[in-house]
């Protein structure tokens, strides 16, 4: 049996954003802060809870603030990127 360990996670975080331009017209929509926390670490979270430990997302608009937001790791989980 594979362990999920070697299993990669894509995450699809690549959109403008335009329902949420409003509140978060500088930065993507995977940034945006809930209760003082991008977005994208709850998801985090989750995934490293899993035991999964690679993260590839998959980002084009504003994708290098996404990028210099967490570099290439998260914890435990390594991080890229694919634009």
């Known amino acids: 049996m594979q362990s999920i360990g070697n299993i ?3 995450i699809l975080a ?3 954003g335009k329902r949420l331009r409003t509140v ?3 930065k993507p929509k ?3 802060d809930v209760n003082n926390k ?10 490293e809870r899993f035991s999964f430990e690679e993260v590839i997302f ?8 996404i990028e210099s937001s967490f570099g290439s790791r998260y914890n435990s989980l ?4 694919s634009i």
Do not use: E, H, T, W
């Open 38 to 47: 991008p977005f994208i670490a709850y998801l985090l979270d989750q995934v």
């Open 8 to 10: 990669n996670v894509a």
């Open 58 to 65: 998959c980002s084009r608009y504003m994708a290098s603030a």
């Open 14 to 16: 690549g959109g403008k």
């Open 24 to 26: 978060v017209s500088d």
């Open 30 to 32: 995977v940034l945006a």
């Open 78 to 81: 390594k991080l890229k990127y």
